[in-house]
């Protein structure tokens, strides 16, 4: 009998919060479902499927996709040369659009640990499953809140010399880019994680604060869009950024939400500054969409590296989004946007197979 198909189910991330850079994410309601079929042993390569955001420009070949390569590293660092003989098949149905700031490579990541984990059959915690997914995506606010859910901070601990030095072993190294027709030896000796490599705590979150998800048609990946951050700040810049996320971790959680407190904490000089070239119109929605301009707006800022905007409020989310779509129009930039709740962390389990 063969063993019981799995589902994993991920959640989107908004990271960054405005202040919070690299440390607070927050997990969204739309999903990468992952459905993991197994039948009798056989030499044949697994076939993956794709649906929705990406389908038509994911690779398909599980040498080359970002969730299974992350599988076969999982697997690699824990004995197993290759994916299960039983394996047959992974359809992704994916809710999360690629490159637009709502953490679809986090997700990926993350699926791609828990499947990794499960076609292991490896028992992995859920601290150690987060010490892979930073071994690939080396910010931990998006891939923390994927796995956790809620409102979520987090920081990497420092090393010792010796795990310091594998934790910054070059990611075409820890993910090499498999040829299709790799032999049994390729990358089997991948570098293993440190222990303990991340840390987290998440934050209380009112009921009542909603996201909206203001998502302009078109890309922009998160390596183009930290290049263009400085390598040091100045320390007014560092204080003003500090302050307002030590409010804003509490703020939100508070009921009822306070706008005026949540709009200014959700304030930014770190990266939206430096990033508005990227995105035409980001200055003007952040600062002309407000409390006294929309009521039941919270605050308003860049999703993750962007371009989606993440409004929090309590209510009035059309007009909130068709204000932020008025400004990005004038730019002619066209806008979707989606209303999410704040959603628990990802989950894996077995359905009776079919
Ligand atoms: N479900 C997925 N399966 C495979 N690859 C994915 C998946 N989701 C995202 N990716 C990869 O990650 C890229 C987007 O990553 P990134 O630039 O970090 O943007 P985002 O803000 O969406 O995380 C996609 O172009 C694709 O290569
Ligand atoms: N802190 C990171 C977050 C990137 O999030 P993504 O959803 O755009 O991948 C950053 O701001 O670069």
Same mark, same amino acid.
């Given at each position: 009998m063969s063993r019981s198909t799995v589902i994993i189910k991920v959640p989107a991330t908004s990271a960054?919060?405005? *202040?919070? $850079? =690299?440390v607070v994410g927050l997990s969204l309601s739309l999903y990468l479902t992952i459905t993991v079929r197994f039948g009798p042993p056989s030499a044949d390569l697994v076939k993956i499927t794709y649906s929705g955001e990406g389908a038509d420009e994911v690779p398909l070949d599980p040498y080359q996709n970002l969730m299974t390569r992350i599988a076969l590293y999982v697997l690699r660092c824990n004995?197993?040369?290759? $994916? *299960?003989?039983?394996?047959v098949s992974i359809h992704a149905d994916n809710q999360i659009p690629f490159g637009?700031? @709502?953490?679809s490579s986090g997700a990926a990541v993350i699926a791609g640990v828990l499947l990794g984990n499960t076609l292991g059959q490896l028992s992995l915690s859920r601290e150690r499953m987060l010490d892979y997914a930073l071994m690939v995506e080396r910010h931990p606010d998006n891939v923390t809140a994927a796995l956790v859910g809620g409102f979520v901070g987090s920081y990497l601990r420092e090393l010792d010399p010796v795990a310091s030095e594998a934790a910054q072993v070059p990611l075409s190294e820890v993910l +090499?880019?498999?040829?299709? =027709?790799?032999?049994?030896?390729?990358? @089997?000796s991948p570098p293993v994680p440190p222990f303990g490599i991340g840390h987290f705590v998440r934050f209380g979150w009112s009921a009542a604060v909603k996201a909206v998800a203001i998502i302009p048609r078109f890309e922009l990946s998160t390596a183009k869009a930290r290049q263009? @951050? +400085?390598?040091e700040y100045s320390r007014k810049d560092l204080v003003f950024n500090m302050q307002r996320l030590a409010v804003l971790t509490t703020a939100l959680g508070q009921? +009822?939400? =306070?706008p005026e407190l949540i709009y200014e904490a959700m304030?930014?000089?770190?990266?939206q500054p430096y990033r508005k070239g990227l995105i035409p119109g980001l200055p003007e929605v952040t600062s002309s969409i407000t409390p006294g301009s929309h009521?039941?707006?919270l605050g308003i800022c860049l999703s993750g590296a962007g371009p989606t905007i993440l409004a929090l409020a309590t209510h009035n989310f059309e007009a909130i989004a068709e204000g932020a779509r008025a400004i990005f129009a004038k730019e002619n930039i066209q806008v979707d946007w989606k209303l999410l709740e704040v959603v628990g962390g990802s989950e894996c389990y077995s359905v009776e197979a079919n």
């Open positions: 960054n919060i405005g *202040p919070g $850079f =690299d004995n197993h040369r290759s $994916f *299960p003989p039983d394996l637009r700031g @709502l953490g +090499p880019e498999y040829p299709s =027709d790799a032999g049994e030896e390729w990358g @089997l263009v @951050l +400085p390598m009921s +009822p939400p =306070d304030k930014d000089r770190v990266h009521p039941g707006l």
